[in-house]
């Protein structure tokens, strides 16, 4: 997403979070977590570079993958509830989709959420909301994932960013292979433009 597309979006959520208000810092996310091949590298990066990052985590993994889960809260990251099966907000009914936010909160605790795909309808928006959530998008997506991503390709993008943006990286099974160098060459970067990096901003 452009920052304009960011800008239209935020005008029609506004009470979800894009990007880390008034702030010089950017605040580095991970989606679809633990997973055992990809969490224990980016977990090493992140302590080595002194980032303290959110995970938004898959209640099934942490179920499946619990002492990894418990290292990533041990090493000082924030954790936010991304939903028990990951869910499309869009192609899911809002009682299947609240069931598997209320699921992944008897898995583990957390004010935080973030809807798998970006993807959320306005009537469960407002059921997550007043269940007390704050609903944490992204301004900055590294599409990790993808598998036309490249070293190069993401060096030209990692460009983009600027202080007060939410970054988005995947700990899952499609990123294991590559997620290291993508989030060593992020961060290496963001220390020789002296943007330095943050918590997220909660309140
Ligand atoms: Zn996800």
Same mark, same amino acid.
């Given at each position: 997403m452009n920052r304009v597309t960011i800008r239209i979006l935020r005008s029609l /959520?506004?009470?979800?979070?894009w990007f880390n208000d008034h702030s010089e810092g950017v605040t580095v996310t991970f989606d &679809?977590? $633990?997973? $055992? &091949?990809?969490t224990p590298i980016v977990l090493e990066i992140l302590k080595k570079h002194q980032v303290q990052a959110v995970f938004f985590c898959v209640g099934k993994s942490v179920e499946k993958y619990p002492a990894l889960f418990q290292q990533i809260v041990r090493e000082g990251h924030l954790v936010g509830n991304?939903? #028990?099966?990951?869910?499309n907000g869009w192609l899911t009914d809002a009682q299947t989709y609240l069931a598997s936010v209320d699921r992944c909160a008897s898995v583990f605790e957390s004010r935080l959420f973030r809807p798998p795909y970006g993807k959320l309808p306005g009537f469960t928006t407002q059921k997550i909301l007043s269940r007390g959530y704050k609903i944490v998008l992204w301004?900055? /997506?590294? #599409? &990790? /994932?993808? $598998?036309?991503?490249?070293l190069k390709k993401l060096n030209k993008r990692i460009q983009n960013i600027s202080g007060g943006d939410i970054l988005v990286f995947h700990d899952n099974a499609k990123t294991a292979g590559k997620i290291g160098d993508y989030l060593e060459l992020t961060l290496s970067n963001l220390v020789l433009r002296k943007i330095p990096t943050q918590p997220l901003n909660t309140t």
């Open positions: /959520f506004p009470k979800w979070i &679809d977590g $633990p997973h $055992p &091949d990809a991304h939903t #028990y099966h990951h869910e301004s900055w /997506f590294s #599409y &990790d /994932f993808h $598998p036309k991503m490249t």
